[in-house]
């Protein structure tokens, strides 16, 4: 049987972009304040929608921070034996995935949260947390979904400016008040890619009033400098006095499977214990559990990763450099460029060339563009794109 449901002409912008007039006109529905007046996450463009509208192949997306060098084939070959118990739902504890992550991490099994990629983490912090009207701190620019989940919540975003492309942890001090519940920070920063300096990291955290939790989002550790990651035995002792800290990491990065969704959060076990709770039963699929422990041993693949980044970041800074264009420092496996023009005119050249970067004006940029590093092939293609779309604007 059809249903023939009511719904608006252009249904793509209305889901993007919510019209209130025509939800409760058309559907006699209501939607909350908090919730109309929500921007969707504005997603890096995928690469089959850039060929369609363009009519062109074989084109790059550097623009959404994942692994230039493909999924872990381990976890490949793990993910095609585990095709055949599709029909079962997985195991809701991934006991073998959190007993793996437990012993790489010195930390008991209990300590872990397994989310539908470290995003869903951040939800079950928000949701466990967060009522109508608290409070919570975060950086501007910095992940987006932060503040999203905080307002689905109808929680009250507190915004600090960076300094120096760096959290203002300073800043960010100030703006707690009794109401504060969360302060993320993400460490390295996206999109500037800064990292925090252990010491003041430290002495910042010793300063946070008890009542609020510390959310320190590693999604790109694997390619800090190891000098600078803070150590989760530190935080995370049960003797420990002061407010509780999580560390936030992911599989969609330096392993290479942003695809399957998985991520996790390492935090103290009481913690832990009240996120189990807001969470659905299966929320991490068999495949993302399967994939991601054969990742883990993949040291081949995790090792190929970071070297070629760390090869690609020195050759794009150098060649960058050449065509006229300031490059930022970064801790991560992507970067800031200031093209010294319009970037989303640049964006938009680069596009009809075949390559994929993130125009930086909805992160308060405007002349700046953020890559991520790519193969040596995606790399020198970028450049070439780079250079041609710089003169073709006059912007060097
Ligand atoms: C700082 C930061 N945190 C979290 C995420 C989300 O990662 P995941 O794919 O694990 O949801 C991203 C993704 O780009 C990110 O940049």
Redesign the pocket.
Known sequence: MHWKVPCPENARNWTSNPDRTTLETVLHLTIPTHIAEITPYPPGKPLEELEREYGIRDSIKLA??ENSWGPSPLALQALSAALTDLHRYPDGSSYYLVTALADKLGVGAGQIVL????????EFLVKAFVQEGDEVITSHP??L?YQKFVQVRGGVNHVVALKELGHDLAGIAKKITQRTKLIFL?N????TGTAIDPGTLRDFIDAVPNGVVVVL????VDFMDPALRPDPAEYLSAKRVGCPVVF??????AYGL?GL???YGVMVEELASTLHKVRQPFNVNRLAQVGALAALDDTNHYRTTLAGTREGMEFLHREVGRLGCRCFPSQ?NFFLIDVGGEADLLYQEMLTRGVIVRAMRAYGFPHFIRITVGTKIENRRFIEALSLSLRTLGYV
Not at 188 to 191: A, D, E
Not at 248 to 253: D, H, M
């Open positions: 959404s921070n989310g539908n990629g470290s995003n869903e983490v951040i910095s992940f979904m993400d390295p920063n996206n999109p989002d590693e999604a790109y936030l990491r992911t599989f969609s990065k942003a969704r998985i991520g991560a």
